[in-house]
């Protein structure tokens, strides 16, 4: 490995841009993270996050050595041990598990701390699919939305990211894009100046984002369906729709027509908080501006109607045809153009048993305290449960278990961490070989190891192959190198547009674009091959088949809505252990509107405890109109910090949503008062 210089390199995180890097290296450390000015849709700018990485992989406080406990679970005391010791231990107690329980006594946790396709979904998943571990459906982050968007859709299939700088209009729909996909902003932006692009965001906060716009449209939780399904209504009512293009590529426009009469301006208006003639102004403007395009984001998705909130915003660019015009359409995720091989990479033929259970990552809690027959040992990696999970004091007294044996393969001692029996140390993604395929963008990118392992951490690959030698796996799939499992993710028949992308390709340029083709003219795959308005598929399983607003479910009696979401300087939870990052965050707030401070009888900066069934939360209030009377937003995944209770999953229901097991971490309900 050379010493000094620079490196091409691949942001690791789960965020849409997955900026293309330059570390700058010298004596065996990176010492300077900076964008790549040649990639061709990050240009060169990257976070301020990604900026103080350097502060985070060299790091003192990251783990160096596996590390057994000596106190108790959650406390944080540990000892050193050696690989041999760790990996020992770990597979003697499956082996035994294995004998006594079966091996669904088993459950893996994992999610995409290291976006790299080998890291979060490769030889871990060969290895816990030949053990016949339970399964985890890994449903916390964006599938309600995902599988709404697939009913109308067919897939994870918006535009080109890049062509939007076409676009007249940009609306962001619960979005805080300027901190969650900060190119998409500069694209907009560009577009603001060059020919005059018009930027909405529909929000429940007034977040930067919002600060951003030309205009902001408060809503009330939840009730975004409701909004798109009045748009619809005006589209209809004022000819505003595109009959050819209905006509073509979509089913059920006559139907949906009528269907969307109800949800007439003052209907929609009552749900929403949004006014009537807001509502107007927002139709029209969508229904006259070409091109225009729709950034669907996660936060609505986060809610029991999730699911039907994506579906039916994903109708919207139907109605006028804007899927055929450049820059006209909509991105929710991008994800099915860069589909590689799963089979081969992740091997679910290993498992034998084909009706292992499934459990929702989103039920932690309940699954560790309640399921039967119970999970005797959790191996968690990419993620940090302790902090991002919710229904969070169920997690934790599920974690606290004595009788669960758990591992934590993770770089920093997480708060999840510290509930561990074994910990093991893990390399830094600069540290590895692995792909990465955007959801957001068409480009595919390579990493390849820029620094020495740190200590003895080791990848989550090496981490599998070795449990795999010991457990006695002989499978060659066990002994691959990287290289060569890129190469079988790659070679895919079934998804044209990664024609002519290999590792040789990948090695030489570090990036790469899928050669996607518009999605218009063409045949989507859903059932009808077109976009279904009307959605048969939907009926059979149990929703209603045309978009429709559904009022989130009861959560106890308490006065406000709580939405929780993510902060500028985290990712999750990752930073929220950094100190850089912790002081560009400074502390979590709580966001009220004026007319509920005066009626609870809180003055801004007060401290206040929020609480509900599940659990309290003490944060420090901002008092203002950044949220709607009867709104709570506050962000960022801090981990707990001693005595400060600022672990705002206590409070989030886990409910499931409406659509892909999805998670509702903004539909909970709260009191408050001042402390
Ligand atoms: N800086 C930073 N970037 C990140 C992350 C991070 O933690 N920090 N996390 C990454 C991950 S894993 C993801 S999934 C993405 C998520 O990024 P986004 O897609 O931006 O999703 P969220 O941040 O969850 O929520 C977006 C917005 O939805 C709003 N919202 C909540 N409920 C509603 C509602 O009912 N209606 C409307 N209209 N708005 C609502 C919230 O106020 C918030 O501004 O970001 C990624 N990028
Ligand atoms: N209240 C609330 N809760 C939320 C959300 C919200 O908006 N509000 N958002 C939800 C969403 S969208 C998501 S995606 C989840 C995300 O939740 P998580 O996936 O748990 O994300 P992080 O908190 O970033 O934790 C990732 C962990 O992986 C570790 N890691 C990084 N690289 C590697 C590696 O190569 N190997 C191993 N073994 N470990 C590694 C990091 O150090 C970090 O501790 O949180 C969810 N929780
Ligand atoms: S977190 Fe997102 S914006 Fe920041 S460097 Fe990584 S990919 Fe780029
Ligand atoms: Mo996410």
Known sequence: MSQNGIFKAVCPLDCPDQCGLLLQKENGK??????????????????????????????????KYPLRRTGRKGEGQFEQITWDEAIQTITARWKSLIQTDGPESILPYSFYGNMGNLSAEGMDRRFFHRIGASQLDRSICSSAGSAGYKYTMGGSFGIDPEDTIHSKLFIFWGINAVSTNMHQVAIAQKARKQNGAKIVVIDVHKNQTGRLADWFIPILPGTDSALALGIMHILFSENLVNEDFLQKYTVGYEELREHVRQYDPDTVSRITGVSPEDIYKLARMYGKTSPSFIRIGNGPQHHDNGGMFVRTVACLPALTGQW??????????????????ELRLQRPDLLKNKNTRVINMNLLGEALLTLDPPVKSLFVYG??????????????EGLAREDLFTVVHD??????????????????????????????HHYIQLQQPVIESYYEAKSNVEVFQLLAEVMGFDEPVFKQSEAEMIAEALDHLKNPYLEGIDFAGLAEHHYLKAKVKPLFPGKLPTQSGKIELYSEKMKEDGHPPFPTYIPLQEDGAFDYSFVPAPNHNFLNSTFSNNQKHTTLEKEPRLHMNVRDAVKEGIEDGAKVRIWNHRGECILKVSIGENVLPGVLVTQGLWADQQGTRQLVNTLTPDRIADMGGGATFFSGRVNVEKV
């Open 383 to 396: 993620s940090n449960p302790a902090v991002v999970a919710p229904n969070g004091n169920k997690v934790r």
């Open 411 to 440: 770089l920093f001692l997480t708060d999840t961490a510290k509930y561990a029996d074994i910990i093991l140390p893990a390399t830094s993604s600069f540290e590895n070989t692995d792909f990465y395929t955007s959801y957001w």
């Open 324 to 341: 055929l015009v450049k820059g006209g359409g909509a991105i929710k995720g991008n994800g099915g153009y860069l589909s590689h091989n």
């Open 30 to 63: 990176i010492i300077k993270v900076e964008g790549d000015p040649n990639h061709p849709v990050t240009q060169g700018h990257i976070c301020n996050k990604v900026r103080n990485m350097t502060d985070r992989i060299n790091d003192e406080k990251r783990l």
